[in-house]
């Protein structure tokens, strides 16, 4: 006789703060028969979106055999994505969203299809921020992983192609940097080779791991440059 499948209720939620581009954190609680166990964790460089997704997976991924499960998230993107079949459709397209558009963070829907495959799970959206414990649980954990230090990479996140969006352009002061996620600041180089086509203006400087972001409106052609007065 099969043994009984349990089942299981996972309460999951996301965050990013700044919102691309900046630290992002991942929940999940796992309850069965009035245990818990709590999933958390944290990234250097993501989006909201993406540790909604990675929070259902970290969830599905806690379990050790195959279960029924309810899912609950505040996420309509996870959600709808799900039951509505989207994320389904666009597999079967090769992740083209449309004719013209690519699906985004592919590698997570992919991963999460593939739970979905292990498990049977329902999926289900419950409001954020309304007092409901285990989401409120959830949130404060998210927030509270994004926040630790030496956070690993979203690889998906940080390498994904042009086509889905590329890597988020540095072109202002106090974006997070794309490798730790320190706020940049704008420098000024200051010298010029002459033997060089063309400078840069100014660029943006990560004053943490010293990464230097060039800035294309910052190019300028060597024909323009005027060298600083020495007197």
Not at 90 to 99: F, G, I, M, V, Y
Not at 151 to 177: F, H, M, W
């Amino acid at each position: 006789m099969d043994e009984e499948r349990k089942h299981i209720l996972i309460y999951t939620d996301g965050a990013c703060n700044p919102n691309p581009g900046g630290p992002g954190g991942y929940a999940a609680v796992l309850a069965y028969q009035g245990k818990k166990k709590e999933i958390l964790g944290g990234i250097r460089a993501t989006t909201n979106n993406r540790m909604e997704i990675y929070a259902a997976i970290k969830g599905l991924e806690g379990l050790k055999k195959p279960c029924d499960v309810t899912l609950y998230s505040d996420s309509k993107y996870l959600v709808q994505a799900i039951k509505e079949g989207w994320a389904k459709r666009w597999k079967e397209n090769d992740w083209w969203r449309t004719k013209d558009e690519r699906a985004v963070n592919s590698d997570l829907w992919e991963k999460l299809l593939a739970l979905c495959e292990i498990h049977t799970v329902t999926f289900k959206w419950v409001k954020g921020h309304v007092g409901h414990p285990e989401n409120e649980r959830c949130d404060y954990l998210s927030t509270r992983a994004l926040k630790q230090r030496n956070l690993p990479a979203d690889e998906g996140y940080e390498n994904r192609s042009e086509e889905e969006g590329g890597k988020v352009k540095i072109t202002k002061e106090g974006q997070p940097c794309r490798k730790c996620a320190t706020p940049v600041v704008k420098r000024t180089p200051k010298k010029h080779k002459q033997a060089q086509a063309y400078y840069y203006e100014y660029y943006f400087f990560c004053p943490k791991c010293a990464t230097m972001y060039m800035v294309e409106e910052a190019k300028r052609s060597m024909a323009e440059y005027k060298a600083p007065a020495l007197f």
